[in-house]
């Protein structure tokens, strides 16, 4: 494996991103966000895995050049995963 799965990272994205009064759209909107934001600047103080996982594989390496469209349908799918 390169990488943690997805659906483990989408666990973990909507474990992080926790809305006070548990409105899912509300969430899903910061989710999608944050996810559009990583794909090009993967911050490695907000990894979407465990610590034992960011020593195992590092912090990815920046995906550039998708378009917001691009990035809106990975944001979508990864959102779906869990
Ligand atoms: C918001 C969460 C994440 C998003 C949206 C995301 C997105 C992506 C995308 C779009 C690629 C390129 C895939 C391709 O070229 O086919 C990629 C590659 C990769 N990502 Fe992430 N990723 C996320 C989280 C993570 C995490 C948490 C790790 C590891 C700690 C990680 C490790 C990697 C690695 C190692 C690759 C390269 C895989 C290869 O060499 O084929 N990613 N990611």
């Known amino acids: 494996m390169k990488a943690p799965t997805m659906r483990m990272v989408s666990m973990r994205l909507k474990m992080m991103i926790h809305i006070h009064n548990e ?6 909107k910061v989710v999608k966000a944050f996810i559009k934001e ?3 600047d993967p911050n490695e103080d907000y990894v979407p895995c465990p610590p034992e996982m960011v020593e195992k594989f ?13 990035k809106e349908a990975v944001a979508e799918w990864l959102w779906e995963q869990f």
Do not use: F, H, S
């Open 23 to 28: 409105d899912e759209d509300i969430q899903r």
């Open 38 to 40: 990583y794909i090009d």
């Open 58 to 70: 590092g912090v990815m390496t920046p995906v550039k050049g998708l378009t917001n469209a691009q």
